[in-house]
C-alpha cells in the first residue's frame, strides 16, 4: 500500500487560524467521525492539527512566532497520513473533509516515498 500525506490548507487572521475555537469545538465531531472512517478501515497512520506559531529557517535567518503563509493568507493547519491502494480512493475521502466548509480551504494530497532500507 502506498502512504499518502494529506495536508488541511486554510486562510489565516492576522495573527492567528480564521476558525474560533467555538467553530473547532462545534466541528469536533465531523473531524472525528471523518478520521474514524479511516481508521476503522485500517487506513490511518497518523493525524493532528498544527500549533499556529512556527519557526521558519532559511539558510540566512530563523523567523519565530509566525507561520509561512502563501499570498492570500493560506496556510498549512493539519496533515493526516494514511494508506491506500488506490488514489481515488483518497480523493474522495479528501471531498469530505469537514476543512472544505470553511473559505480559501483544500486538501492537498502528497504521495509519500519510501527511503530505501
Same mark, same amino acid.
Given at each position: 500500500?502506498?502512504?499518502?500525506?494529506? @495536508?488541511?490548507?486554510?486562510?489565516?487572521?492576522?495573527?492567528?487560524?480564521?476558525?474560533?475555537?467555538?467553530?473547532?469545538?462545534?466541528?469536533?465531531? !465531523?473531524?472525528?467521525?471523518?478520521?474514524?472512517?479511516?481508521?476503522?478501515?485500517? !487506513? @490511518?497512520?497518523?493525524?493532528?492539527? %498544527?500549533?499556529?506559531?512556527?519557526?521558519?529557517?532559511?539558510?540566512? !535567518?530563523?523567523?519565530?512566532?509566525?507561520?509561512? !503563509?502563501?499570498?492570500?493568507?493560506?496556510?498549512?493547519?493539519? /496533515?493526516?497520513? #494514511?494508506? =491506500?491502494?488506490?488514489?481515488?480512493? %483518497?480523493?474522495?475521502? =479528501?471531498?469530505? #473533509?469537514?476543512?472544505?466548509?470553511?473559505?480559501?480551504?483544500?486538501?492537498?494530497?502528497?504521495?509519500?516515498?519510501? /527511503?530505501?532500507?
Amino acid at each position: 500500500m502506498t502512504e499518502y500525506l494529506l @495536508l488541511f490548507r486554510n486562510a489565516s487572521a492576522a495573527n492567528g487560524y480564521l476558525t474560533t475555537p467555538q467553530q473547532m469545538t462545534e466541528d469536533l465531531p !465531523k473531524w472525528q467521525s471523518w478520521i474514524g472512517q479511516i481508521a476503522m478501515q485500517g !487506513k @490511518l497512520v497518523s493525524t493532528a492539527p %498544527i500549533q499556529y506559531e512556527a519557526s521558519i529557517v532559511d539558510a540566512e !535567518k530563523i523567523i519565530t512566532g509566525t507561520p509561512y !503563509k502563501e499570498a492570500n493568507s493560506v496556510l498549512v493547519s493539519g /496533515f493526516l497520513i #494514511c494508506k =491506500s491502494d488506490n488514489l481515488n480512493e %483518497i480523493e474522495e475521502w =479528501s471531498k469530505t #473533509c469537514p476543512i472544505l466548509q470553511y473559505p480559501e480551504s483544500s486538501v492537498e494530497i502528497r504521495s509519500l516515498v519510501p /527511503f530505501p532500507m
